[in-house]
């Protein structure tokens, strides 16, 4: 058995390259749906569809447990998934399998609360905001969970997130340097003029984000802190496989690379992140 990875494209790999070095023994097939991505513009119902079909393609190929390594699958589709299709779906495969996303260990990390966790109102006013910032998907930022779920936890973050609509697809092109730049430093400037000032802290909230972390690090006022959404989600899944025995990870160190796209080699931006060459497979 094995671990499976999911994203619209190459941006997940930012989440399986942390789960990689986390759990170096345990068999891994990471799967782009590069025929469609990206996501972040598409109907929620196109979102759930393509997410279920990535879904069974890796329990297919001997996953017992998906993570869906994409901000946007994981706000829109993860919950409809869970309830409604993987009770039956378990049921007719004979064994144990799961999906996971990556939403609920960022909002763990970036509120220090645990996910049962609702803060009790407090009367009185809260003289100190920590103002959050989430670069994300159009799709990500409609669904507003981000603002749902951490103002459940608490009430002294304000949530704002920025849609960067056109940057996973740029990413995933494999875009240059300074046309990569530009369109992070155009979403900085439009949440700080938004705000009046910059966040106090940020999370990028679409997993592609992570591939040209450096260049927000650049945009955003030195030493921002930002969530780092990979490490929160290697810690959560590690756990998580502790306490669920029954989700068997492999003990073999394999790693499967698969697109629904073009198969071959990915770009040099990709590569350079990956740090080495990096060859996807037909699904
Ligand atoms: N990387 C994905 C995310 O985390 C999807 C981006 C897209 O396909 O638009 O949201």
Redesign the pocket.
């Known amino acids: 058995m094995a671990i499976g990875v999911f994203?619209?494209?190459v941006?997940?790999l930012s989440v399986h390259h942390t789960l990689v070095d986390r759990m170096p023994a345990a068999d891994f097939i990471y799967l782009a749906d590069q025929a469609h991505?990206?996501?972040?513009?598409r109907p929620g119902e196109e979102i759930v569809t393509l997410t279920r079909a990535g879904c069974e393609r890796l329990f297919d190929a001997g996953a017992s447990l998906v993570i869906l390594?994409?901000?946007?699958?994981s706000a829109i589709a993860l919950r409809r998934l869970q309830q409604t299709w993987l009770p039956g779906y378990r049921k007719a495969l004979g064994r144990p399998v799961n999906v996971l996303g990556i939403i609920v260990p960022t909002i763990e990390a970036a509120t220090g609360r645990p996910w049962q966790h609702e803060v009790e109102r407090r009367a009185e006013k809260i003289e100190k905001l920590d103002v959050l910032g989430i670069f994300?998907?159009s799709?990500?930022a409609n669904s507003r969970v981000y603002e749902i779920e951490i103002d459940k936890r608490r009430d002294d973050v304000a949530v704002f997130c920025e849609p960067c609509p056109t940057l996973?697809?740029l990413i995933e092109k494999g875009a240059g340097a300074v046309e990569l730049a530009t369109v992070v430093e155009k979403h900085v400037e439009a949440l700080r003029a938004r705000l009046g000032r910059h966040p106090d802290r940020a999370i990028l909230?679409?997993?592609?984000y992570e591939i040209v972390a450096d260049m927000f690090r650049a945009a955003l006022p030195q030493g921002t802190p930002l969530i780092h959404q990979p490490q929160a989600t290697a810690d959560a899944i590690a756990l998580y496989l502790e306490r669920h025995p029954e989700y068997d990870p492999g003990t073999g160190g394999t790693r499967r690379f698969l697109t629904t796209g073009t198969p071959g080699p990915q770009s040099g931006l990709v590569e350079a992140f990956w740090g080495a060459p990096l060859t996807f497979d037909a699904a």
């Open positions: 994203d619209s494209g941006g997940g991505t990206p996501y972040g513009g390594a994409c901000n946007t699958a994300c998907t799709a990500t996973a697809g909230g679409c997993t592609h």
